[in-house]
């Protein structure tokens, strides 16, 4: 009896040593929270009821702009139009002995001193020459300068398109190898013309260019 007595007592003393022992001592190893379960699908009472989609609203009516169909102010500045500059005139030069020309009895004769070396005369009498002036801008007055040699005075006749005649008495340089101009005012009709150089009643100077500018 008094060996299971003592047994006993040991017994119970290991048993409160070990209580002790965990009461004092935290446990190393907590447990960590749990997740929430994720909220089931299902209602309470079985599986959820489909929800009806909600009717799409109309579109709202587009504005129209009425900004176009706005009249013009009748005040609104209007840009001024441009114009364009009229080309510079260049002056109309026909050599005497140019092909389109016609000559009646008039001779082309050589000149070494004449533009493009040669120059019309035996002019007077029945020999005319008359020269075809083409291009011009405008009708109205120009300029006619006339280049001829001469070795004595002698007097130049001329009229355009039959129109009334101008009579020149040119002296010129007195030799015909020197070229001499002359200038008168003459009005022309736009376009093509003809000036006729003549002199009815004696020689007239051979000619070698015309000139209208």
Not at 195 to 211: E, H, L, M, Y
């Amino acid at each position: 009896m008094p060996v299971v007595s003592t047994r006993m007592l040991g017994w119970a003393a290991l048993v409160l040593a070990v209580t002790a022992t965990i009461a004092v001592v935290p446990p190393l190893i907590m447990p960590g929270p749990r997740p929430d379960r994720a909220p089931s699908a299902e209602g309470p009472h079985g599986p959820p009821t489909a929800q009806p989609s909600p009717t799409p609203s109309p579109p709202a009516p587009s504005r129209i702009s009425t900004a176009s169909a706005r009249p013009d102010r009748p005040d609104a500045a209007v840009p001024p139009a441009k114009t364009t500059a009229p080309a510079a005139f260049r002056p109309i030069t026909v050599h005497a002995a140019d092909p389109a020309n016609l000559r009646v009895g008039a001779r082309i004769i050589e000149c070494p001193t004449c533009v493009d070396g040669s120059r019309v005369g035996y002019i007077g009498g029945p020999n005319t020459l008359a020269v075809r002036i083409a291009g011009v801008p405008r009708a109205g007055e120009w300029t006619l300068t006339v280049v001829y040699e001469t070795e004595q005075p002698r007097t130049l006749k001329l009229a355009v398109d039959g129109g009334p005649i101008r009579e020149l008495h040119l002296a010129g340089a007195r030799s015909w190898l020197i070229p001499v101009r002359v200038s008168v005012r003459l009005r022309l009709p736009k376009g093509a013309c003809w000036i006729r150089f003549f002199n009815d009643t004696g020689s007239a100077p051979d000619i070698n260019t015309v000139t209208v500018g």
